[in-house]
């Protein structure tokens, strides 16, 4: 709606005078056109309170301009987002690159202090600066129209750019769920502005609202009709943010029902029986104390740590694994039918993150169903360095473009390195990374165990630096000896006489031959060890304590199949893997 100079000035100044009216009337809201009440001449003291009442006033205005605009942006990404690729909606594809941009030093931090929930602080912090940027923009939209406008795309163009510069990204397309939100928001966006400041055209620079000026004018004729513009503001303000929230959610339910789609796909989906079989496992591999971890850790309670914003949900008809690269001399691509059709082998090994902390929760035991990984490189002409192979790296590349280099010695070495297609007895779930994952014994997940793989790439080490390399991690990490106290719990109470103090140890590829415990500064005493399940599990232990009243630090070692001690030197989980040992303290109760 245009208007003549000369009404847009009466509106204008109508506007202040009898919006405050038209607000209380709608509950008691404030806005700083409400509180230009006090004459001209007013003390200056009463002035500054003034001032503050006015920013606030203005900024609650931007944010009934900015808020609604922003979640109409979002709401309109979604289906976009959902229509060309989940993962490129403008959140994801930003928060994305900001984790691909954070330091391995805050990355850790951020998986210590969040731990699993570290996507979800991630998500919660962008949606927070994202408000705050829509409030900003509809402040700015108030006095200049276009800068407002500009604003909004330009956030559309960050998020764009963020979409195309991803390692997954699927071409041109991802920029649309951004371009599109833009486009949305910055239409709201300027709706909403024109119905809160009647007055301003586009072009002008428009008057501060809290400006001098503002508080000499006087209410015409026309008040009333302005109040019901103002009115009609707010009723814009609310009905599109309804509008947005009820877009958004039915947005995610069409994206969830999608999912849901892709989880029937994998559900009828029935793995062949291994060729080679786990060995069972022998009857005392657990030690029957409770509050120690299950030997197997079920998927649901396995931990996970990956980089996915959006967990990839692989079409399996569609998959495909590339296997090529130096010294490959049949390169070749499988579908998933093919790698089925092969002789599966099952076994147990355990997983551990190098973000593990001494005594943390990133490890887990599972039983690994999958295709030898070394017979397909032998099939493909690939051979160790150890037997004049020139590549020393393999590079396993995601469908979400993570990169994970791993030894060509190891994988060839003997040792169960699966493309693994089943997790307990079931095809891999999703956040496991399905269809297909690796999974190699002995090393970090971080240099060995990619999720929703589809490509083998032989290399070498000095040619390329996978994903983690390159923030700071070591290039070849194999897991170091651990052991970690799980009952009794840190701080926790236990009545004097004898206590069971149990736990896991850990030492993939040389197994572990003796756990001990030490009460305070005490002698080492051994643990009593459970059965081992192979050389690449964890082994539980327990120790039956004479607790006495008081305060006590109980310590456990650990010694691998080597004969080596675990260290007590402390390092860091950067640059690969924490060591030192698990100390509990705990108050004894009298009996
Ligand atoms: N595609 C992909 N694979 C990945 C990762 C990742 O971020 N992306 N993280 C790795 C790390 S650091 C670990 S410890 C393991 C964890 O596997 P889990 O989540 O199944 O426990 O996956 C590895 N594979
Ligand atoms: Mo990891």
Same mark, same amino acid.
């Given at each position: 709606m245009r208007r003549t100079g000369g009404q847009a000035a009466r509106a204008r100044a109508a506007g202040r005078m009898a919006y405050p009216g038209a607000l209380r009337r709608l509950g008691g809201l404030r806005h700083p056109i409400g509180w230009h009440t006090h004459p001209p001449g007013a003390p200056l003291r009463t002035r500054g309170v003034t001032n503050l009442r006015r920013t606030l006033g203005r900024t609650a205005l931007g944010a009934a301009c900015g808020l609604p605009a922003g979640f109409a942006a979002l709401a309109a990404a979604e289906p976009t987002a959902a229509a060309v690729r989940p993962a490129a909606g403008p959140v994801t594809v930003v928060g994305g690159a900001a984790i691909d941009r954070t330091p391995a030093a805050v990355k850790d931090w951020a998986i210590r202090a969040f731990g699993e929930s570290d996507k979800l602080a991630l998500q919660a912090g962008i949606l927070a600066v994202l408000a705050l940027c829509a409030v900003l923009v509809g402040v700015l939209a108030l006095r200049h129209r276009r800068l407002g406008t500009a604003g909004v795309l330009l956030f559309g163009a960050v998020g764009a750019a963020a979409a195309l510069g991803r390692p997954d990204s699927g071409g041109p397309a991802d920029a649309l769920p951004s371009l599109v939100a833009a486009a949305v928001g910055a239409a709201v966006l300027h709706f909403l502005a024109t119905r809160a400041t009647p007055g301003l055209q586009p072009t002008d620079p428009g008057p501060d609202?809290?400006? %001098?000026?503002?508080?000499?004018?006087?209410?015409?004729?026309?008040?009333?009709?302005?109040?019901?513009?103002?009115?009609?503001?707010?009723?814009?303000?609310?009905?599109?943010t309804v509008g947005a929230v009820a877009a958004g959610a039915s947005g995610r339910a069409l994206a969830g029902r999608r999912g849901q789609a892709a989880a029937a796909s994998r559900e009828?989906?029935?793995?062949?029986?291994?060729?080679?079989?786990?060995?069972?496992?022998?009857?005392?591999?657990?030690?029957?104390?409770?509050?120690?971890?299950?030997?197997?850790?079920?998927?649901? %309670?396995?931990?996970?740590?990956?980089?996915?914003? =959006?967990?990839?949900?692989? %079409?399996?008809?569609?998959?495909?694994?590339?296997?090529?690269?130096?010294?490959?001399?049949?390169?070749?691509?499988?579908?998933?039918?093919?790698?089925?059709?092969?002789?599966?082998?099952?076994?147990?090994?355990?997983?551990?993150?190098?973000?593990?902390? =001494?005594?943390?929760?990133?490890?887990?035991?599972?039983?690994?169903?999958?295709?030898?990984?070394?017979?397909?490189?032998?099939?493909?002409?690939?051979?160790?360095?150890?037997?004049?192979?020139?590549? %020393?790296?393999?590079?396993?590349?995601?469908?979400?473009?993570?990169?994970?280099?791993?030894?060509?010695?190891?994988?060839?070495?003997?040792?169960?390195?699966?493309?693994?297609?089943?997790?307990?007895?079931?095809?891999?779930?999703?956040?496991?990374?399905?269809? =297909?994952?690796?999974? =190699?014994?002995?090393?970090?997940?971080?240099?060995?165990?990619?999720?929703?793989?589809?490509?083998?790439?032989?290399?070498?080490?000095?040619?390329?630096?996978?994903?983690?390399?390159?923030?700071?991690?070591?290039?070849r990490a194999p897991v170091k000896t651990q052991s970690r106290i799980d009952t009794p719990r840190p701080f926790s109470r236990p009545a004097a006489g004898v206590v069971m103090v149990a736990g896991v140890a850990w030492a993939q590829r040389r197994g572990i031959r003796r756990v001990e415990v030490r009460v305070d500064d005490g002698p080492w005493q051994e643990a009593r060890l459970a059965a081992e399940g192979t050389v690449d599990t964890w082994r539980q232990w327990s120790f039956p304590w004479r607790a006495t009243p008081g305060g006590h630090t109980l310590t456990v070692r650990a010694t691998d199949g080597t004969g080596a001690v675990q260290t007590e030197r402390r390092t860091r989980t950067v640059p690969d893997g924490a060591s030192g040992r698990h100390g509990v303290f705990v108050t004894v109760t009298a009996p």
């Amino acid at each position: 709606m245009r208007r003549t100079g000369g009404q847009a000035a009466r509106a204008r100044a109508a506007g202040r005078m009898a919006y405050p009216g038209a607000l209380r009337r709608l509950g008691g809201l404030r806005h700083p056109i409400g509180w230009h009440t006090h004459p001209p001449g007013a003390p200056l003291r009463t002035r500054g309170v003034t001032n503050l009442r006015r920013t606030l006033g203005r900024t609650a205005l931007g944010a009934a301009c900015g808020l609604p605009a922003g979640f109409a942006a979002l709401a309109a990404a979604e289906p976009t987002a959902a229509a060309v690729r989940p993962a490129a909606g403008p959140v994801t594809v930003v928060g994305g690159a900001a984790i691909d941009r954070t330091p391995a030093a805050v990355k850790d931090w951020a998986i210590r202090a969040f731990g699993e929930s570290d996507k979800l602080a991630l998500q919660a912090g962008i949606l927070a600066v994202l408000a705050l940027c829509a409030v900003l923009v509809g402040v700015l939209a108030l006095r200049h129209r276009r800068l407002g406008t500009a604003g909004v795309l330009l956030f559309g163009a960050v998020g764009a750019a963020a979409a195309l510069g991803r390692p997954d990204s699927g071409g041109p397309a991802d920029a649309l769920p951004s371009l599109v939100a833009a486009a949305v928001g910055a239409a709201v966006l300027h709706f909403l502005a024109t119905r809160a400041t009647p007055g301003l055209q586009p072009t002008d620079p428009g008057p501060d609202p809290a400006s %001098d000026s503002a508080r000499t004018g006087s209410a015409p004729a026309g008040s009333a009709t302005t109040a019901g513009s103002r009115r009609g503001f707010l009723v814009a303000a609310g009905a599109t943010t309804v509008g947005a929230v009820a877009a958004g959610a039915s947005g995610r339910a069409l994206a969830g029902r999608r999912g849901q789609a892709a989880a029937a796909s994998r559900e009828a989906l029935r793995l062949p029986p291994p060729a080679s079989p786990a060995p069972p496992l022998p009857a005392g591999v657990a030690v029957r104390v409770p509050g120690v971890s299950p030997f197997t850790t079920p998927a649901a %309670d396995f931990y996970r740590v990956d980089t996915a914003l =959006v967990v990839p949900e692989v %079409d399996v008809s569609g998959w495909r694994l590339r296997l090529h690269g130096e010294g490959v001399t049949r390169p070749r691509t499988y579908t998933f039918a093919e790698l089925l059709a092969r002789p599966l082998t099952e076994r147990y090994a355990t997983l551990t993150c190098v973000s593990n902390e =001494v005594g943390g929760p990133y490890v887990g035991t599972a039983r690994w169903l999958g295709v030898p990984l070394a017979e397909l490189l032998r099939e493909a002409g690939v051979r160790p360095p150890s037997q004049g192979g020139r590549a %020393d790296q393999l590079v396993a590349r995601s469908v979400d473009g993570m990169t994970i280099g791993t030894p060509v010695e190891d994988v060839m070495d003997g040792r169960d390195a699966l493309l693994a297609v089943g997790m307990n007895g079931e095809p891999l779930p999703f956040e496991r990374g399905f269809p =297909v994952r690796m999974v =190699v014994p002995g090393l970090y997940g971080y240099v060995s165990a990619c999720k929703w793989i589809e490509e083998i790439e032989l290399t070498t080490f000095a040619a390329h630096d996978a994903y983690w390399v390159r923030r700071k991690w070591a290039r070849r990490a194999p897991v170091k000896t651990q052991s970690r106290i799980d009952t009794p719990r840190p701080f926790s109470r236990p009545a004097a006489g004898v206590v069971m103090v149990a736990g896991v140890a850990w030492a993939q590829r040389r197994g572990i031959r003796r756990v001990e415990v030490r009460v305070d500064d005490g002698p080492w005493q051994e643990a009593r060890l459970a059965a081992e399940g192979t050389v690449d599990t964890w082994r539980q232990w327990s120790f039956p304590w004479r607790a006495t009243p008081g305060g006590h630090t109980l310590t456990v070692r650990a010694t691998d199949g080597t004969g080596a001690v675990q260290t007590e030197r402390r390092t860091r989980t950067v640059p690969d893997g924490a060591s030192g040992r698990h100390g509990v303290f705990v108050t004894v109760t009298a009996p």
